[in-house]
Protein backbone atom coordinates (compact mmCIF):
# COMPACT_ATOMS: atom_id res chain seq x y z
CA UNK A 1 0.00 0.00 0.00
CA UNK A 2 2.92 2.37 1.07
CA UNK A 3 4.41 1.69 -2.26
CA UNK A 4 1.59 2.48 -4.30
CA UNK A 5 1.10 6.12 -2.47
CA UNK A 6 4.40 6.40 -3.16
CA UNK A 7 3.76 6.03 -6.71
CA UNK A 8 0.62 8.12 -7.27
CA UNK A 9 2.45 10.90 -5.36
CA UNK A 10 5.49 10.79 -7.88
CA UNK A 11 3.11 10.30 -10.43
CA UNK A 12 1.11 13.77 -9.41
CA UNK A 13 4.25 15.54 -8.96
CA UNK A 14 5.81 14.75 -12.29
CA UNK A 15 2.85 15.64 -14.06
CA UNK A 16 3.79 17.45 -17.15
CA UNK A 17 2.12 21.21 -17.52
CA UNK A 18 1.55 22.07 -20.95
CA UNK A 19 0.69 26.07 -21.90
CA UNK A 20 -2.44 26.48 -23.24
CA UNK A 21 -1.35 29.96 -25.03
CA UNK A 22 1.86 28.95 -26.64
CA UNK A 23 2.64 24.64 -26.07
CA UNK A 24 5.64 25.35 -23.84
CA UNK A 25 5.89 22.09 -20.79
CA UNK A 26 6.99 21.90 -17.29
CA UNK A 27 7.00 19.22 -15.11
CA UNK A 28 4.93 20.63 -12.25
CA UNK A 29 7.73 18.89 -9.70
CA UNK A 30 9.97 21.68 -10.97
CA UNK A 31 8.02 24.44 -10.54
CA UNK A 32 7.30 26.63 -7.37
CA UNK A 33 4.22 28.39 -5.97
CA UNK A 34 3.87 30.20 -9.80
CA UNK A 35 3.47 26.37 -11.46
CA UNK A 36 0.63 27.12 -13.72
CA UNK A 37 1.99 30.37 -15.09
CA UNK A 38 4.20 29.68 -18.34
CA UNK A 39 7.64 30.92 -18.01
CA UNK A 40 7.98 31.35 -21.63
CA UNK A 41 4.85 33.73 -22.59
CA UNK A 42 3.25 34.49 -18.75
CA UNK A 43 0.51 32.59 -19.85
CA UNK A 44 -2.01 31.78 -16.32
CA UNK A 45 -2.95 28.07 -16.94
CA UNK A 46 -4.27 27.44 -13.84
CA UNK A 47 -6.59 24.59 -14.09
CA UNK A 48 -10.91 25.17 -13.74
CA UNK A 49 -11.23 22.83 -10.52
CA UNK A 50 -8.90 25.76 -8.46
CA UNK A 51 -11.54 28.34 -7.55
CA UNK A 52 -9.99 32.29 -8.29
CA UNK A 53 -11.06 32.84 -4.59
CA UNK A 54 -8.12 30.60 -3.82
CA UNK A 55 -5.67 32.06 -5.83
CA UNK A 56 -6.40 35.60 -4.45
CA UNK A 57 -5.21 35.01 -1.47
CA UNK A 58 -1.74 33.67 -2.25
CA UNK A 59 0.53 36.15 -3.50
CA UNK A 60 2.87 34.63 -6.01
CA UNK A 61 6.41 35.52 -4.85
CA UNK A 62 9.48 35.79 -7.53
CA UNK A 63 12.99 38.03 -7.42
CA UNK A 64 15.14 39.15 -9.90
CA UNK A 65 18.68 40.55 -9.64
CA UNK A 66 20.25 43.28 -11.57
CA UNK A 67 24.03 42.61 -11.83
CA UNK A 68 26.37 44.98 -12.12
CA UNK A 69 30.32 44.39 -12.37
CA UNK A 70 32.18 47.16 -10.34
CA UNK A 71 35.34 47.05 -12.14
CA UNK A 72 33.75 47.74 -16.01
CA UNK A 73 30.47 49.41 -14.53
CA UNK A 74 28.79 47.41 -16.96
CA UNK A 75 25.94 45.58 -16.19
CA UNK A 76 24.30 41.88 -16.75
CA UNK A 77 21.28 41.23 -19.04
CA UNK A 78 19.55 38.35 -20.59
CA UNK A 79 17.77 37.97 -23.48
CA UNK A 80 14.46 36.05 -22.30
CA UNK A 81 13.49 33.40 -24.57
CA UNK A 82 10.13 33.91 -25.54
CA UNK A 83 7.88 35.03 -28.97
CA UNK A 84 8.93 38.74 -28.78
CA UNK A 85 12.14 38.62 -26.68
CA UNK A 86 13.22 41.32 -24.18
CA UNK A 87 16.54 42.13 -22.60
CA UNK A 88 15.58 41.83 -18.80
CA UNK A 89 17.63 40.94 -15.86
CA UNK A 90 17.87 37.56 -13.98
CA UNK A 91 14.67 36.56 -12.17
CA UNK A 92 12.60 33.60 -11.55
CA UNK A 93 10.22 32.29 -9.01
CA UNK A 94 10.22 31.42 -5.44
CA UNK A 95 9.47 28.32 -4.12
CA UNK A 96 6.89 27.47 -0.83
CA UNK A 97 8.96 27.44 2.02
CA UNK A 98 12.00 28.68 0.27
CA UNK A 99 13.32 32.17 1.17
CA UNK A 100 13.30 34.83 -1.33
CA UNK A 101 17.72 35.45 -1.01
CA UNK A 102 17.91 31.22 -1.59
CA UNK A 103 15.23 31.27 -4.35
CA UNK A 104 16.79 34.22 -6.06
CA UNK A 105 20.29 32.14 -5.74
CA UNK A 106 18.67 28.95 -6.63
CA UNK A 107 17.17 30.55 -9.91
CA UNK A 108 20.79 32.02 -10.35
CA UNK A 109 22.13 28.85 -10.68
CA UNK A 110 19.75 27.20 -12.88
CA UNK A 111 19.37 30.26 -15.69
CA UNK A 112 22.91 31.04 -15.33
CA UNK A 113 24.94 27.39 -14.59
CA UNK A 114 26.71 29.63 -12.11
CA UNK A 115 27.38 29.43 -8.26
CA UNK A 116 26.41 33.26 -6.95
CA UNK A 117 29.94 32.94 -4.21
CA UNK A 118 31.23 36.22 -6.26
CA UNK A 119 27.85 37.96 -6.22
CA UNK A 120 26.69 40.72 -3.11
CA UNK A 121 23.21 40.72 -3.13
CA UNK A 122 21.31 43.77 -1.74
CA UNK A 123 17.73 44.22 -1.73
CA UNK A 124 16.45 47.06 -3.30
CA UNK A 125 12.67 46.74 -3.26
CA UNK A 126 9.45 44.60 -2.92
CA UNK A 127 6.78 45.64 -6.04
CA UNK A 128 3.75 44.36 -6.34
CA UNK A 129 1.99 43.07 -9.59
CA UNK A 130 -1.59 43.10 -9.25
CA UNK A 131 -2.13 41.65 -12.84
CA UNK A 132 -0.42 38.63 -11.86
CA UNK A 133 -0.70 38.31 -8.05
CA UNK A 134 3.15 38.87 -7.41
CA UNK A 135 5.44 40.47 -4.95
CA UNK A 136 8.56 40.75 -6.94
CA UNK A 137 11.57 41.39 -4.85
CA UNK A 138 13.99 43.94 -6.58
CA UNK A 139 17.88 43.17 -5.91
CA UNK A 140 21.08 44.72 -6.69
CA UNK A 141 23.96 42.31 -7.55
CA UNK A 142 27.68 43.16 -7.28
CA UNK A 143 30.96 41.21 -8.51
CA UNK A 144 33.91 42.12 -8.89
CA UNK A 145 34.42 40.34 -12.88
CA UNK A 146 32.64 40.19 -15.52
CA UNK A 147 31.53 36.03 -16.02
CA UNK A 148 30.57 34.14 -19.42
CA UNK A 149 27.62 31.98 -17.71
CA UNK A 150 25.99 29.06 -19.63
CA UNK A 151 22.36 30.13 -19.89
CA UNK A 152 19.59 27.48 -19.64
CA UNK A 153 16.18 27.20 -22.12
CA UNK A 154 15.03 30.40 -20.34
CA UNK A 155 17.36 32.75 -22.01
CA UNK A 156 18.59 33.29 -25.29
CA UNK A 157 21.40 35.39 -25.04
CA UNK A 158 23.37 37.20 -22.65
CA UNK A 159 25.40 40.51 -22.56
CA UNK A 160 27.21 42.86 -20.57
CA UNK A 161 26.23 46.66 -21.49
CA UNK A 162 26.88 50.13 -20.36
CA UNK A 163 24.12 52.44 -18.94
CA UNK A 164 24.82 54.89 -22.14
CA UNK A 165 25.02 51.58 -24.58
CA UNK A 166 21.48 49.47 -23.48
CA UNK A 167 20.11 46.51 -26.18
CA UNK A 168 16.89 47.16 -26.89
CA UNK A 169 14.40 46.27 -26.81
CA UNK A 170 14.59 46.44 -23.03
CA UNK A 171 11.57 44.24 -20.74
CA UNK A 172 8.77 46.83 -19.40
CA UNK A 173 10.30 48.65 -16.36
CA UNK A 174 14.15 47.92 -16.88
CA UNK A 175 14.92 51.22 -17.78
CA UNK A 176 13.88 52.54 -14.30
CA UNK A 177 15.55 49.93 -12.70
CA UNK A 178 18.97 50.29 -14.32
CA UNK A 179 18.95 54.00 -13.30
CA UNK A 180 18.79 52.73 -9.85
CA UNK A 181 22.09 50.67 -10.01
Same mark, same amino acid.
Given at each position: M?D??K?L???? $??K??K? /? ?7 ? =? *????? %? ?6 GH ?10 D? /?D @??IA =???? &????TE?G?IL ?10 ? =?? %? ?5 ? +???VL? +?L???F? *? @? &?? $????D ?9 F?ED ?13 ? @? ?6 ? @??K?? +??? =? ?6 ? &??? +? %? ?7
Amino acid at each position: MKDLIKHLLREA $LDKIIKC /KNCGWTWKK =S *ESGPD %MYFCHKCGHDNTPNNIKEDDK /KD @EKIA =SAGV &LIKCTETGNILLLLRNEDNPTW =SL %MAGGIHE +GESVLD +GLKREFK *E @E &LS $LEPHDIKFKKIRVEFREDKNRNFHFYHGFTSK @EFAPKLDH @ENKEY +GWF =SKDKLPSP &LYE +G %MEEKIKTI
